[in-house]
């Protein structure tokens, strides 16, 4: 939970930005709560293998689960991994912090199986998320979501969540390449119709997102709900909430 000082600055360090064509949004722990969601799931597929486990050991291994401390998901992009693969790696981790024996190999694509299904039903949009693209139709600002991720599984995690109102989406595979290659975000501002430069990009991630967007020229904020990131490189936007003002707010903006 923010503090009452962050709760009154969301938009805490956020610099001025230049005119604004088009929105595109990072879609999981930036518009979809996937981390809630990962660790609920973790919590219920892990509840019989962990029920002798502290219950505060039990919430690390799902928080390291979640976060991925492995370091798995980055090589999947990499294609170092399959995406069974990257999963195993985490599975294998989490037991392992707890003193639990993993389960057999042949069983961890049951476990992963039984897992999407939990976490799937517990995909949820954050309470900021329709009201902030509220304000952006109304200012008639296009907007859609590129992602690190396969497309149609993405494309089915937005309906899921009751977010199929975003329309453009651009998938790592689609791409040719994840972010914080250029080629995602170019084809994310083609499918909008805007220019690169007048794109605004919003992620969770410094690297991936913010870093990854400037260099592909597009303008770059971070969202950072927790407020533990810190960037050199751009502002630092606390929710969703003000990202509409924050666009009306700038002297590049036309508004109808």
Not at 34 to 39: H, P, Q, R, V
Request: one cysteine or more; proline letters at 5%.
């Amino acid at each position: 939970m923010h503090n009452a000082t962050n709760a009154l600055n969301p938009t805490r360090g956020a610099s001025s930005m230049a005119r604004v064509e088009g929105v595109l949004f990072d879609i999981d722990d930036t518009l979809v709560d996937l981390n809630s969601a990962s660790i609920m799931g973790f919590h219920q597929l892990t509840a019989e293998d962990f029920r002798d486990i502290p219950a505060a050991l039990r919430e690390h291994a799902a928080h390291d689960y979640a976060d991925d401390c492995a370091g798995a998901y980055e090589r999947y992009m990499a294609g170092e991994l399959t995406f069974l693969g990257q999963r195993a790696e985490r599975i294998r981790r989490a037991y392992g912090l707890v003193g639990v024996e993993a389960p057999p190999a042949e069983a961890i694509a049951v476990w992963s199986a039984l897992y999407e299904d939990v976490v799937q039903s517990m995909w949820a949009p954050f309470p900021d998320v329709h009201d902030c693209l509220d304000e952006l139709d109304a200012l008639s600002i296009p907007y859609g979501a590129v992602s690190n991720n396969v497309e149609d599984y993405q494309r089915n995690k937005l309906l899921l969540a009751g977010l199929e109102r975003i329309a453009v989406l651009v998938g790592s595979d689609t791409a040719g390449a994840p972010k914080p290659d250029p080629r995602p975000f170019h084809a994310g501002c083609r499918l909008l119709g805007t220019s690169i430069g007048a794109t605004l990009y919003v992620g969770d991630n410094p690297v991936n997102d913010v870093q990854g967007a400037k260099s592909a020229g597009l303008q770059g904020i971070l969202l950072d709900r927790a407020a533990d990131h810190t960037t050199g490189s751009g502002g630092i936007l606390q929710n969703l909430g003000l990202l509409a003002s924050l666009i009306r707010g700038n002297s590049g903006f036309l508004g109808t």
